[in-house]
């Protein structure tokens, strides 16, 4: 018997004990009853361990009676996890034991025999009959019930909630029909008056369930109704203690009581339209009662019976909704409903229900106040499902077009068309839709076929269109011409609505005309110069040709042979364009607007992939064509330029097309060169065939992939490349034997020799090179080594039919016939490589003799070339992958070991070779390598000899230090040909490395001293602030005071223009990044900075009167001295920007007024004039900082 | 207090003279779309500062988007029209309070005009009813506007314009008294209305 006390002292230390103690104990008392022998005995010593504090009933025990509860319902807990410890007599016993506390203690026992009651239902000899008796002495509560805490009332629901999920598992729905009914009305009398959201979430859930679980009988089904609608429409006030649920939940858990079984729809339908016809309801109300009208319709079963009877009177009532309505919520939500309902309906009922609303229709779309929502109701009740459509829809289209042909209103004609184009949308998407294939007749069609064929286009769309499209029209038919526009665009697709494939209705003729009409204002006009109003300034209308656009969009997706007209159109409009020079003068910008037009319109994404394919290719068949065409009028290079720029943008999304869809094999050479002879002797279209060759061609499978996409945009440049430049043997020098070299050069398509036409020349030669440059970084590395495309780089594609004695004729390295203007065509390939894809043999040598070229004074090419070149060496320096083996390290400290050496020659002698630009080319050069040489940062002493020459030495230069300094920039400046997308080689923190060789130690050289003379500290700072503008402010964050200090310096000995602009941003980071840094040295900056606007705003005007400034036009002798003068010298436009950017910046940097009101007076003249700036972007700025500095304060 | 014009004649926002829409007409819609400037701009390594290279190309704009251009009138237009109307929540173009035909810069604009020279600008307004009584109030907050934005070398001229006040020369002589118009800011209830006014200008 030693057990009987221990029972006791765990109840009594549960009692005691704070609550992390508690689990412990319970845990105990667990134990003991599952251990003990005999249980009978121990479950009555451990029930009877609470007797003391049931006896106490006063107040004050009120907290330990509870506790002592809650031991046993926690033990329950614990016994209720290891399933069979108690039989099911002690159940029972335990039940009825804590179902009297419902009766006896309203206020410490609630809890805690919930609790023990929700453990004591899941054990496993617990019987359902007990249920009943719970519910009833629940149910006792009575009016206590809604004196509890919500969450002792939310116990009660969960408690609740488990019991009926025991019930419906025990029992079929027939046995509750007649007996325990009444719980259910007890049970709605107790909860009653819930308010809690939490509570509110469960008990609505309970009523859901009772109602769709437990065939409640009609009375009951009334009460539960009248229990839940007294909520609606429902919300949630807001509360001091936050709540998990939201309105929208709540909304949510009664709208599911609405819907839960069609037996409560006698109710709820009627209800729900009472509610909505009652004036004064917010928006957000009515929306709630059409979404949970909505729910019931499509929710209940039976519709005969629940659904059926009610049909006229929601009709009666929504058609208000959308006839005078306003707001766009509650019409969505209102047509949402009526499409619900129709769907219900079937046969007989149907027929009734759409001849009574058409009734209500046909004369609303006969008056012109009602004819657009009277259209969007049909349209909802039609689109419901193809039985309405097909019973609808003859006798309203008849009306519908009667309704226009005898009509001359502007607006009723814009909406009776809007109309019609909207049904032929619906019509196409219902023939789509998966679900209509199901409810398909056998023999019989369903969708009106024989009125949407030809017959609509030439009964009304075409005797419409040709109404009002006459170039006299006033202009309101705009609107008019677009809505019948997109209607025109969908009827193309109109298909055989019955089984079998899919006829289109139209015939190819109607389907042209459509065509020919939708494509006049989006590619005829534009092309042409044409105006389609003759009362409009403008050529077509945006609105006219954006609907124009989006109805080419869908409807040459659903007639594919629309396209090839398209291109036969715009090829034809182009060339009689041209050849009459009555077109627009920016005929060249119309071509590129329609080229992008017809680029989208196939990337819509509403082709299907090889449909999208062939158009493509066909595209830039086309676009090749074009260019063709344009060579052989020998036209402005600036219109070869727009059908290179316009074959580029469709081969970069045919390439993005190829990397979502084609799964491509790697390529190999040979089935690459197979593939070529394929799309060659297919009668593909090449650059120099006149005829539109059999895109079908290419569909071929045998290479194993459908669509040979970036095979063919290979193809496409190599045709380019070939197109443009040629095989020669020149002599080259006279120290070269004629015919030892062979020389890729200038084709004679590039004639002439004018600086102008050179220059425009130029642009198509780079933007030649950057398509291919697109195009081969497509390819992986192996398919790149597979095609040689390193190699390729400098035989230009000219090299298929040689054999290797020929190739070996030709040198790897860059042309110099035409004075190297074919570098950015090289370019162009080799930044495309993968580095692993250039072979040693080809990149050493390329790059030698790059840098040979590149050092040579007098210049051998011309500046545009020499950029290419430059660029060229930095891809060609950094992709040199130096870890692959010794050798290339050797050769790497070869190179430049060879520009040391000229380096040196060139720096500290006033006497040596070239003038000051031929140095600061080579100079520039230099730094071009270093940027691709330092973007993948090799860490040996011995390996940065070129860098540490220039960072060291080249401040300290006489002639040329400062404007090295000022060019120390290009190398850490982000570039496009460095980038990922290019296969650029990056090392992580290159940049941190670069900064702490380069600028950390040289911080203290900026200030003048011993052993620094004044011009080695200002050159030193300007290069210190030419780099740290393109880094990171976290990377030299830890030195900002320093480079402050360095800054203010500089204000005084910067020169305005480049040096400024970059010191100028570094502030604006830092003062963006940490203003603190600033904080002591505003005295200093503020006037300082004014004085340096105010030197750019002298710099700037006086540039206006100095004729040589201009460097654009004029003559293009490369060494003429004010083309070296940069831009942003002679109008330090960017200087100007930042520093009023900058003082703008001060006032929002959080620092305290008394720093900043002592300058206010100084700085209101600066920034008054500087209201007056050239630029207008600056004067917006400088209004801005003025506004802002009087606003101090 | 009862409004002077209860019911004034209100203009779209989007029908008021901008220079935007001038510019947008001509740039392609589907531009962005295919990522076409990305195709259409030069290579970088042909713009500053890895080059200096004129691009010949007569299509695309100066490199950073910046134009010089000289103040005009459309550009005080849009200075003053955001202005708020004293008594509805309405903007002063709005309202056609201010018209662009109304704004008249002496020397007209030119790009090559010295940044010392004197320049007037003259700026009639029309009341929207010929009894406004806060036509003053509407002149004077113009007033404030233009010369808290433009230059130094600039002077404000702000008159009724002819016809459309009945006591048009009163209030002329008003704005254009100095004096009063300084006395006039001194006031803190009349500094309050045009601060509020001038609240919504950007």
């Known amino acids: 018997m030693a057990s009987v006390p221990r029972f006791d002292e765990l109840a009594l230390k549960y009692v005691l004990a704070e609550s992390d103690e508690t689990a412990l104990i319970s845990e105990q008392a667990a134990q003991a009853i599952e251990t003990s022998t005999n249980k009978r005995v121990t479950v009555g010593q451990w029930a009877a361990s609470v007797h003391r504090w049931l006896q106490s009933s006063g107040e004050d025990d009120l907290i330990s009676r509870a506790k002592a509860l809650d031991f046993l319902a926690s033990t329950l807990q614990i016994l209720s996890r290891r399933d069979d410890t108690l039989n099911a007599d002690q159940v029972k016993l335990l039940v009825t034991f804590f179902c009297s506390l419902f009766e006896n203690d309203h206020k410490a026992g609630v809890t805690a025999s919930t609790k023990a009651l929700r453990h004591l239902i899941v054990t496993k000899h617990f019987q359902p009959t007990l249920g009943s008796e719970i519910i009833r002495s629940i149910c006792k509560l009575g009016d206590d019930f809604k004196l509890q805490a919500p969450t002792t009332r939310l116990e009660i629901y969960h408690l609740f909630w488990s019991l009926l999920e025991i019930f419906t598992e025990a029992y079929d729905s027939e046995y509750w029909q007649n007996d325990t009914n009444a719980f259910i009305l007890d049970l709605l009398n107790l909860c009653r008056n819930e308010r809690d959201p939490e509570n509110l979430m469960m008990w609505f859930a309970i009523l859901k369930a009772i109602l769709q679980d437990f065939n409640p009988s009609a009375d009951i089904t009334s009460e539960i109704f009248k229990a839940f609608s007294a909520y609606f429409p429902i919300s949630l006030r807001p509360s001091a203690i936050p709540s998990s649920v939201t309105t929208d939940n709540l909304k949510v858990a009664l709208r599911s009581c609405f819907s839960a079984h069609s037996r409560v729809g006698s109710h709820a339908i009627p209800f729900l339209v009472d509610k909505l016809d009652k004036v004064d309801q917010t928006v957000s109300v009515k929306v709630d009662i059409l979404l949970t009208l909505d729910a019931c319709l499509v929710k209940y079963d039976h519709p005969k019976q629940s659904v059926v009877p009610y049909a006229d009177q929601i009709w009666g009532s929504l058609k208000y909704e959308v006839r005078n309505g306003e707001i766009q919520d509650i019409i969505k939500a209102t047509l949402k409903v009526l499409c619900s309902l129709t769907k219900r309906l079937d046969g007989g009922d149907l027929e009734y229900f759409l001849d009574n609303s058409w009734r209500d229709l046909k004369e609303d779309i006969s008056d012109s106040r009602y004819t657009a929502q009277a259209g969007r109701l049909l349209v909802a009740v039609v689109g419901a499902a193809p039985q309405s459509f097909a019973l609808l829809m003859p006798r309203a289209l008849e009306h519908i077009k009667k309704t226009i042909k005898h009509n001359t209103s502007v607006i009723h004609k814009r909406h009776l068309i809007a109309l019609t184009s909207s049904i032929v949308k619906l019509r196409l998407l219902l023939v789509s839709d998966s679900d209509f294939n199901q409810c398909q007749p056998e023999d019989g069609v369903l969708l009106s076929d024989d009125l949407f064929g030809d017959s609509l286009f030439h009964d009304l769309y075409l005797p419409f269109w040709e109404e009002h499209s006459a170039s006299t029209s006033p202009i309101e038919y705009i609107g008019i011409l677009g809505e019948a526009m997109q209607g025109l665009g969908a009827l193309v697709g109109q298909v055989f609505s019955g089984k079998g494939p899919a006829q289109r209705l139209c015939s190819d003729s109607t389907c042209e005309t459509i065509i020919s009409l939708i494509a006049k204002p989006v590619i005829i006009c534009p092309l042409r110069g044409l105006k389609y109003f003759d009362l409009l300034e403008e050529r077509v209308p945006q609105v006219l040709f954006d609907a124009g656009e989006e109805a080419l969009r869908n409807a040459v997706p659903l007639y594919p042979p629309s396209f090839r007209y398209l291109l036969i159109q715009f090829l034809g409009s182009i060339q009689d364009t041209y050849r009459s020079h009555t077109g627009p003068h920016d005929l060249s910008l119309q071509v590129r607007n329609v080229s992008a037009t017809l680029c989208t319109i196939i990337h819509s994404g509403m082709l299907e992939h090889d449909v999208c394919w062939i158009n493509e290719a066909a595209l830039i068949n086309t676009l090749l064509q074009g260019l063709q065409w344009m060579l052989s009028e020998r036209a402005d290079p600036k219109f070869l330029v727009v059908f290179i720029d316009a074959i580029h943008t469709t081969l970069k999304q045919a390439l993005k097309q190829a990397s979502i869809w084609d799964t491509t094999p790697e390529l190999t050479k040979e089935q690459f060169n197979h593939l070529v002879r394929t799309f060659e002797a297919d009668n593909v279209p090449r650059a120099d065939l006149d005829q539109p060759g059999k895109i079908e061609a290419l569909e071929v499978g045998e290479t194993g992939s459908m669509r040979p996409r970036r095979a063919y945009c290979l193809f496409v440049v190599q045709q380019l490349y070939r197109r443009f430049t040629t095989v020669s043997n020149p002599v080259i020098s006279s120290s070269v034997p004629v015919g030892e070299f062979t020389r890729v050069a200038l084709s004679g398509d590039l004639y002439g020799n004018g600086p102008s036409l050179l220059a425009k020349q130029d642009i198509l030669l780079n933007q030649l090179g950057q398509m291919a440059a697109s195009v081969v970084r497509e390819f992986s590395e192996e398919e790149q080594r597979a095609l040689e495309l390193d190699s390729e780089a400098f035989y230009l594609f000219h090299t298929q039919n040689y054999d290797s004695a020929q190739k070996d004729a030709i040198p790897w390295g860059l042309s110099p016939a035409n004075d190297f203007r074919t570098a950015p065509l090289s370019l162009g390939i080799i930044q495309g490589l993968w580095p692993g894809a250039i072979r040693p043999e080809v990149h050493l040598p390329a790059l030698n003799d790059l840098v040979t070229v590149l050092v040579t004074i007098p210049m051998p090419c011309s500046d545009a070339a020499r950029a290419a070149m430059d660029a060229l060496l930095c891809v060609l320096s950094n992709k040199l992958d130096v870890k692959k083996s010794r050798a290339l390290i050797e050769q790497r400290i070869k190179t430049q070991q060879c520009l040391i050496m000229n380096m040196q020659a060139l720096m500290g002698h006033r006497q040596a070779i070239g003038n000051t630009d031929s140095k600061l080319r080579i100079f520039r050069s230099v730094l071009h390598y270093l940027a691709g040489d330092v973007a993948r940062p090799l860490t040996g002493s011995d390996q940065n000899l070129l860098l540490t020459l220039i960072v060291e030495n080249g401040a300290v230069d006489v002639m040329t230090g400062r404007q090295l300094a000022q060019n120390l920039g290009l190398m850490v400046m982000p570039r496009e040909c460095l980038s990922d997308s290019y296969h650029a080689i990056h090392k992580k923190l290159g940049l941190g490395w670069f900064y702490h060789r380069n600028i950390v130690p040289y911080l203290d050289r900026c200030f003048p001293g011993p052993g620094v003379e004044e011009r080695e500290a200002v050159n030193r700072a300007v290069g210190i602030f030419s780099i740290l503008r393109h880094l990171d402010y976290n990377i030299y964050t830890s030195e900002a005071a320093r480079i402050v200090r360095i800054g203010v310096r500089s204000l005084d000995t910067f020169k305005v223009g480049v040096e400024t602009e970059s010191l100028l941003t570094v502030l604006l980071h830092i003062l963006d990044k940490d203003p603190s840094q600033l904080r002591g040295h505003l005295a200093a900056l503020i006037p300082g900075l004014a004085n340096i606007y105010e030197m750019a705003r002298n710099v700037a005007d006086a540039a206006e009167f100095d004729p040589n400034a201009d460097g654009r036009g004029g003559d293009q002798t490369y060494s003429s001295k004010a083309s070296r003068v940069s831009v942003r010298d002679r109008d330090p436009i960017a200087t100007r920007m930042y520093t009023l950017q900058f003082f703008q910046k001060l006032t929002g940097s959080g620092y305290e007024n008394h720093l900043l009101l002592p300058h206010r007076r100084g700085l209101r003249r600066p920034l008054a004039t500087a209201c007056g700036d050239s630029v207008r972007e600056i004067r917006r700025t400088a209004l801005k900082a003025r506004q802002a500095w009087e606003g101090l304060g | ?202």
Request: proline content about 8%; charged content about 25%.
């Open chain 2, 1 to 202: 207090m009862d409004k002077d014009n209860a019911n004034p004649t209100i203009l779209n926002v989007s029908e008021l003279p901008t220079r935007q829409n001038k510019k947008k007409a001509v740039t392609p819609g589907k531009v962005t779309e295919l990522d076409l400037g990305i195709v259409l701009r030069r290579p970088e390594y042909l713009s500053a500062p890895f080059c200096d290279v004129p691009w010949a190309s007569d299509d695309t704009d100066s490199d950073d988007g910046f134009t010089i251009e000289p103040i005009d009138e459309q550009e005080i237009y849009d200075l003053i029209s955001t202005i708020s109307d004293p008594e509805h929540p309405l903007s002063l173009g709005q309202l056609a309070v201010v018209n662009l035909p109304d704004i008249h810069i002496t020397p007209s604009p030119s790009a090559a005009a010295d940044p010392n020279t004197l320049t007037q600008v003259l700026v009639k307004i029309t009341p929207t009813i010929t009894h406004c009584s806060l036509a003053t109030v509407i002149g004077l907050g113009i007033r404030v506007r233009l010369e808290q934005a433009l230059p130094p070398n600039y002077r404000v001229d702000v008159m009724i314009k002819e016809g459309t006040h009945s006591q048009d020369d009163q209030v002329n002589k008003q704005l254009a008294d100095k004096e009063r118009v300084a006395a006039a800011l001194e006031n803190a209830t009349l500094k309050g209305v045009l601060d509020k006014m001038l609240e919504t200008c950007v």
